[in-house]
């Protein structure tokens, strides 16, 4: 797992085994270490997850539950520091970029990236140095024992990251509503055309389009899709024959429920 609090929103139990990155999580699910995974997608003040998206053309995988969870991002530092001696702060890329006009605020300090927002309690619970803080949660300021400076430092208090539960197989439940792909298409002009009007044609509400460039091709992109449909319609048979005779690479993430 990636998010020990969407563990227990989606299992009601806290994550058995923790990774640092989000290739390490692909890596655990693709080796069969664990049955499930969990990675942060999309937030929303902060966009896209990229470095998820991009690993995803990586490994072969089912997505098969999604969560919604309100993020609140606070400031930890070793008990007794004040927040005029901090110099430095530690955090993963999106909890600074969701942080950003706190950071703006206080120019003095230098912001520094790290794997993911409890590496950087963790750090900063460690380290000899009393000048440093972490953006990361309250749950790791009693796990790492220290105290929270500054509370609610986020953008937005509507601050929310959706996640996704990924599994080596395909599992599809009960009332799956919102179905994922991702496809590379012809380099030619009006193929990303031809995916959307069959969209829309079907009646599909088209609820994410993200691209990623291919990394051995020049100027060309993988396409991942977020659609509401129920994968027993008609017309999800219909787009998956259409889709894979069109697409140049087709691959189906699997059709879910989301938890919010």
Request: contains cysteine.
């Amino acid at each position: 797992a990636y998010s020990q609090a969407a563990c227990e929103k989606l299992f009601g139990l806290p994550s058995i085994m923790y990774f640092k990155t989000f290739e390490a999580v692909f890596n655990a699910v693709d080796k069969g270490m664990c049955r499930y995974g969990i990675l942060p997608i999309e937030n929303s003040s902060a966009g896209s997850v990229n470095q998820v998206y991009d690993l995803m053309k990586k490994f072969r995988f089912s997505i098969v539950r999604g969560v919604k969870l309100r993020i609140n991002h606070t400031l930890l530092a070793k008990k007794g520091v004040q927040l005029e001696g901090i110099k430095e702060i530690y955090s993963h890329e999106q909890g600074l970029n969701q942080c950003s006009e706190f950071l703006r605020a206080n120019p003095q300090i230098k912001a520094n990236v790290c794997e993911n927002t409890a590496v950087a309690a963790k750090l900063v619970a460690q380290s000899d140095r009393t000048d440093i803080a972490a953006i990361s949660s309250r749950e790791c300021a009693e796990l790492y024992g220290l105290q929270i400076l500054s509370d609610h430092i986020q953008n937005s208090d509507n601050n929310y990251t959706r996640f996704i539960c990924i599994s080596k197989k395909l599992e599809i439940y009960p009332g799956a509503d919102k179905t994922s792909l991702m496809v590379v298409l012809p380099h030619r002009p009006g193929s990303l055309y031809q995916i959307l009007a069959r969209f829309y044609a079907l009646g599909l509400n088209l609820i994410k389009l993200e691209s990623r460039p291919l990394p051995d091709r020049e100027f060309e992109f993988m396409f991942y899709f977020d659609l509401e449909t129920s994968v027993y319609s008609d017309e999800f048979i219909r787009m998956v024959d259409d889709l894979s005779a069109v697409c140049e690479e087709f691959q189906y993430l699997g059709s879910y429920s989301e938890v919010i």
